[in-house]
């Protein structure tokens, strides 16, 4: 499985201050804790994932990231600065755009972007011209926003949230209600931002989304962070697939079957890509180790089975969160 992510920014990051600093974050409503612990970094020039089904907690948090609501306990940081303790301090270097970018309708795009400039002091014209370039809507900046397409809007709102040059941009479900042509161009978008030194943080349900569009990525489920991770390195924690397309199916899925440390996989029992099944149909779903490969091949083809076929599938992050959260739901 291609998984593409960036690596040139990776060692800056690294050794980089840290953008966000998010620990032991704790939101209580009543008697009832709904986010428990939350504690993460997100570091500079890295696009951060943060995973979670609905109704998980990603949006309470990021609430409490842009001081929309307060947290019961813990601290959150950006480029050193307190969100609690001085809220206009730390979000002078926060762009954010929390579930659906609100715009007035009636509007164009470029008295929509002069209206939030005056809420901030030095935007000239000359910045607004300068994100509407970046987000690529020049063409169509000066017509009604009631004319603009969802992908159009989200374009939009993440222009407004650039105004103020943050070095941290905060975005919430933002492929929701895309097409997948809409999806794939605000993927390539963030990747331009990414790759110019922003740091961006993504708040999703969508498994594929995050896996191929993050660096790291934090999974969270009923309020609290389960994992935290390299996009690689969790999906390495979950099972590799192996694919054996036979001539003999049936004599070949019981000699597999008859091998101590080879576990075949039902259909029911796997989550690997359709891609995957359907360049291989018919094919036995294994998993083993890797070495055990040739001399499976060589037995297979000693018994007169002809293997047409060997494939690895690498595992998804479906995997990993299901195991990590014991099945519950997400897409």
Known sequence: MAIGKRNDNR???????????????????????IIRNVTFDVRPGEIFGFLGPNGSGKTTTIRMLVDLIKPTAGRILVC????????????????????????????????????????????????????????????RIHDKVKTYSLGMRQRLGIAQALLGRPKLLILDEPTNGLDPLGIKELREFIRR?????????ISSHL?????????????IA???????????????????????????????????????????????????????IAALPGAIVTVMDEERIP????????????????????????ELFLGLTEGEGIR
């Open 11 to 33: 060692a800056a990051a690294d050794d980089g201050e840290i953008v966000l600093s998010v620990q032991g974050l704790k939101k209580n409503i009543g008697r009832k804790e």
């Open 80 to 139: 050193g600065d307190d969100v609690n303790r001085d809220p206009e301090l730390a979000l002078r270097h926060v762009g954010c755009i929390v579930e659906n970018p609100e715009m007035y309708s009636y509007m164009t795009g470029w008295e929509n972007l002069e209206h939030f400039a005056r809420m901030q002091a030095g935007i000239t014209p000359e910045r607004i011209a300068e994100v509407v370039e970046i987000v690529g809507m020049d063409k």
């Open 193 to 201: 931002l990414a790759d110019g030194g922003m740091s961006l943080f």
């Open 207 to 219: 498994l594929s989304e995050i896996q191929l569009m993050c660096d790291r990525v934090a999974i």
């Open 222 to 276: 009923r309020g609290e962070v389960i994992a935290v991770g390299d996009v690689d390195e969790l999906v390495s924690q979950a099972d590799t697939y192996t694919l054996w397309l036979l001539d003999r199916p049936e004599e070949g899925r019981a000699m597999l079957e008859a091998v101590p440390d080879i576990r075949l996989v039902d259909e029911s029992g796997h989550r690997i890509d359709e891609v995957h």
């Open 295 to 318: 001399a499976m091949v060589a037995g297979l083809v000693e018994a007169g089975i002809g293997v047409k076929a060997v494939q690895r599938v690498a595992p998804s992050l479906e």
